[in-house]
């Protein structure tokens, strides 16, 4: 069994259609959506699509990506998922892309959707909003000694028994940098790690949700990773 894990934060807009789309391009994948209880609904309206294959999970504490991509990945891992993938609600991952990413890996640990693999593949962000993310792998790549060229994919697969080994459970970041922490895991632990190309495109619904904390928390990850493990 395959699964994959939908972190979502007021994306009312956006879920059913995604849902839908997954259903249509990967119909054996369990969907699993992760919901921090959404004022504006997205748990409840994920339950009444009646979809076969999805489950919605909805937390009432601790709220972030991180940890609700970390308990959507145990959940996978409970249910016996043998893989494992994580996507946005937004759109910016395309669910056509989900069953070759989960393909890759027949020949490695985790499977990377990459924007900076072989160029740039990013539509809709200002240079502003490009240059930062360059930028924050740049700094990630150079801090922790990764050979990935996208840390801050939230499109990812991963084998699992990998992420058991990676011990989810004690993963602390809360935004982006919940990324950067489980690839290092796994590159600590040994895992092959491959980057497929992919293009990313911008919201167009919903809101994003950066903010001043998670961008503190991305600047100081690296150096505690490094500095503690
Ligand atoms: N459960 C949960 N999901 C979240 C939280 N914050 C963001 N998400 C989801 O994580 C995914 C990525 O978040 P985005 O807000 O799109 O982050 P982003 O792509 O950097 O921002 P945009 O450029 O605005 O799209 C989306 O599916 C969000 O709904 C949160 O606190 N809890
Ligand atoms: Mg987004």
């Not at 699509?49 to 909805?58: A, C, K």
């Not at 939230?154 to 990676?166: K, S």
């Amino acid at each position: 069994m395959q699964a994959v894990v939908i972190a979502t934060y007021n994306e009312a807009e956006n879920i059913p259609a995604l849902l839908r789309q997954i259903r249509e391009a990967a119909p054996d994948v369990v969907a699993i959506v992760v919901d921090d209880d959404s004022p504006d609904g997205t748990a409840r309206i994920a339950g009444e699509l009646g979809l076969p294959g999805v489950e919605v999970i909805v937390r009432k504490s601790d709220r972030g990506y991180g940890p609700a991509v970390r308990d959507g990945l145990l959940h996978a891992l409970q249910l016996g998922a043998e893989r494992a993938a994580t996507m946005d609600a937004d759109f910016s991952h395309d669910p056509k892309v989900l069953p070759a990413l989960l393909r890759e890996l027949d020949g490695c640990d985790v499977a990377v959707g990459s924007r900076y693999v072989g160029g740039v593949r990013v539509i809709n962000w200002n240079v502003k909003r490009l240059l930062l993310s360059i930028f924050a792998n740049f700094y990630v790549r150079t801090i922790l000694g990764l050979d990935t060229q996208d840390c801050t994919s939230g499109f990812r697969a991963y084998r699992a028994e990998m992420l058991r080994r990676m011990k989810l459970r004690t993963v602390r970041s809360n935004g982006y940098a919940f990324l950067v922490e489980t690839l290092w895991r796994a590159a600590r632990r040994g895992a092959t790690i491959k980057e497929h190309p992919i293009v990313f495109e911008e919201r167009q619904e919903g809101e994003s949700k950066m903010n001043r904390g998670i961008i503190w928390e991305s600047i100081w990850t690296p150096w505690r990773l490094r500095l503690r493990g």
